[in-house]
Nanobody, 123 residues
């Protein structure tokens, strides 16, 4: 059974940094993409970043490009999202997901989801 466990969320001020972690277990992910999505109150879930496990290829939403970095640790089966220069509009629940590397910027491509971790950025 695939399990994705996010951690690292919290309350920070604008301009601060946070690093989210997603520990993945239950299968090998060599043919998968791991992605981060976020959902703010009253808004739809949106793509943030993804990484293709085998190649390391990364993709980012325009809104986070240059501020966020996704990476993976193969030995720990863990994906990270380093978030720098955080803004109040980054406030959301952040979800880790695993799924097909095709169409990996779309939530519908992902079969497995974590429970989410709250990130709140104050002014």
């Amino acid at each position: 059974q695939v399990q994705l466990a996010e951690s690292g969320g919290g309350l920070v001020q604008a301009g601060d940094s946070l690093r989210l972690s997603c520990a993945a277990s239950g299968r090998t992910f060599s043919n998968y993409a791991l992605g981060w999505f976020r959902q703010a109150p009253g808004k739809e879930r949106e793509f943030v970043a993804s990484i293709v496990w085998s190649s390391g290829r990364t993709d980012y939403a325009n809104s986070v490009k240059g501020r966020f970095t996704i990476s993976r640790d193969n030995a720990k089966n863990t994906v990270y999202l380093q978030m720098n220069s955080l803004k109040p509009e980054d406030t959301a629940v952040y979800y880790c997901a695993a799924g097909s590397f095709a169409y990996r910027t779309y939530a519908s491509a992902y079969n497995y989801w974590g429970q989410g971790t709250q990130v709140t950025v104050s002014e």
